[in-house]
């Protein structure tokens, strides 16, 4: 009888703690329900990309929230399929070009927040540039039109025109090939590099593939090398690379996240 009364006291305390926690996450929701969109802040700085579709934002007042970019959705990161991956990883390289580190403004419709509590936004970059469609219309992202928001003709017009031209990771067939001597000319764009990787270099986390003369550096996470070769494997060799050509400290470079982005040509 004694350890029938535990059990049923540990079940009621397992209820109990449940119906507090969905207590305080509807209230905690509700209180952002309440918040009036006018009287939320308006300006800020990316601190951080999330993925295609979502960043945080440090605003001028000093805080910080996770911002997801009304009518966009962008491809899930860590998706198992390798096509789904590469396009998500390229959405997340897009939006982290334009946007990390730079000052924004953002604007809101009537619903504030999400169901997760992250804030619901547009932004504006220093360009007086709407990113949400800019992001569709360059082919790294896709308009999301399952609800009724401003901009919903506009988003769903940059999606089509992205489709027809086949822009950013819409493309069909080989990405434009470059030489490794023009990748200032092709900033920004979802690109095939050709170069000949003469040295491997481990710094911090990343894997450095890089040219010769030091111009242009391939980048493997060391977290997805077991996808990979030894990157030893690659020096010496001509390498087709795809991927969001980029550049860090004013050195162009590659965010390479799947071996298909590696193509070995011959010498």
Request: hydrophobic share 40%; glycine share 6%; aromatic share 16%.
């Amino acid at each position: 009888m004694r350890n029938l009364n535990k059990e049923y006291l540990k079940i009621l305390f397992i209820f109990l703690v449940f119906f507090c926690f969905c207590g305080l996450s509807t209230e905690k929701m509700s209180s952002y329900e309440q918040v009036d969109p006018s009287s939320f802040p308006d300006k800020g700085r990316v601190i951080l990309v999330y993925d295609g579709d979502a960043v945080r934002v440090k605003f001028n007042d000093g805080q910080e929230w996770r911002v997801r970019l009304i009518g966009v959705i962008a491809p899930e990161i860590g998706d198992a399929r390798a096509d789904v991956e590469f396009k998500a990883q390229m959405s997340k390289r897009f939006t982290f070009f334009h946007l990390y580190r730079k000052k924004i403004r953002l604007t809101y419709e009537s619903n504030l927040f999400d169901n997760y509590g992250g804030v619901l936004a547009y932004i504006w970059t220093d360009e007086k540039e709407l990113f949400n469609k800019f992001i569709i219309n360059e082919g790294f992202a896709s308009a999301y039109l399952n609800f009724r928001f401003s901009y919903r003709e506009d988003f769903k017009e940059a999606q089509s025109e992205a489709h027809n031209l086949e822009k950013g990771y819409w493309k069909k067939g080989e990405y434009t090939r470059i030489q490794v001597e023009e990748v200032n000319n092709f900033m920004g764009q979802l690109v095939s590099v050709e170069f000949k990787c003469t040295s491997v270099r481990l710094k911090g986390k990343l894997y450095y593939l890089n040219s010769s003369e030091g111009e242009f550096s391939a980048i493997i996470p060391k977290k997805n090398l077991s996808l990979f070769p030894l990157p030893q494997f690659y020096k010496g060799k001509v390498l087709a690379v795809t991927g969001f050509l980029e550049e860090y400290k004013g050195k162009p470079q590659v965010m390479v996240f799947t071996p298909a982005q590696i193509k070995e040509e011959e010498n």
